[in-house]
């Protein structure tokens, strides 16, 4: 596995408390993403970053925010969490490596988030 | 907005070849992934495509790419227990950032 680590990898938490999920790579890769997995929606991408400060929205990025002070680091907070916000939350990595590897994105073991 | 979609299951007997079907709305992707998720597990790339190309080998994988009718697929040869899984196909249609399949969930018979 690329060296991408992921915390907590499972949590329980109440309605209406912030969380923070942290990704970590050793890798030294520009981009990071983080996505959410729902059954029916395969992987859904809710931020990503292109750069220390860079970040941007994905296509589900409502309730979520992000934030990357070091390239190693991305975290995902979910500022108030909701039921809706119950799924299993990927990070993945990917650097711009030319013609021969694209874009190949490099994936963490998941966090499961459950919020009651 | 680009759409990829795949079958939700497939059913194969150990030995026998499985084939996984995906198709994609987005013309200008790059790159075409296969990935691999096992239970529990992160995704783990299991090939990739360029777009000029219509097929790519390795090992027991074969990939194949109808770019005039947006169709990708994966070919896994004598499918053997340990392929249960479930297989995303994902494309690059913008730019950095991947579009996924809901994912094929592949179960292995003896």
């Known amino acids: 596995d690329a060296g991408i680590t992921q915390s907590p990898r499972h949590k329980v938490t109440e309605t209406g408390t912030p969380v923070t999920l942290r990704c970590h790579q050793t890798e030294n890769h520009r981009y990071m993403y983080w996505y959410r997995q729902d059954p029916g929606h395969g992987l859904r991408l809710i931020h990503y970053s292109y750069g220390v400060k860079d970040t941007d929205k994905g296509e589900v990025s409502d309730g979520y925010s992000v934030s990357r002070s070091k390239t190693e680091d991305f975290l995902l907070t979910l500022e108030s969490a909701t039921s809706s916000q119950t799924s299993v939350y990927f990070c993945?990595?990917?650097?711009?490596?030319?013609?021969?590897?694209?874009?190949?994105?490099?994936f963490g073991p998941g966090t499961r988030l459950l919020v009651l | 907005g680009e759409d990829v979609e795949q079958s939700l299951f497939l059913s194969v007997r150990e030995g026998d070849s499985s084939v996984i079907n995906c198709t994609y709305t987005?013309?200008?992707?790059?790159?075409l992934y296969w990935y691999k998720q096992e239970p529990g597990a992160g995704l783990q790339l299991l090939t990739y495509?360029?777009?000029?190309?219509d097929m790519k080998q390795d090992q027991r994988l074969t990939v194949l790419l109808n770019k005039k009718d947006k169709h990708l697929s994966l070919r896994i040869a004598d499918t053997q227990t340990g392929d249960s899984a479930i297989y995303f196909c994902?494309?690059?249609?913008?730019?950095?950032?991947?579009?996924f399949g809901t994912g094929t969930q592949l179960k292995v018979e003896l």
């Open positions: 987005d013309s200008s992707s790059t790159y």
């Open positions: 495509i360029f777009s000029n190309m």
């Open positions: 993945a990595i990917s650097d711009d490596q030319g013609a021969q590897e694209g874009e190949t994105q490099y």
């Open positions: 994902a494309d690059t249609g913008g730019g950095n950032k991947l579009t």
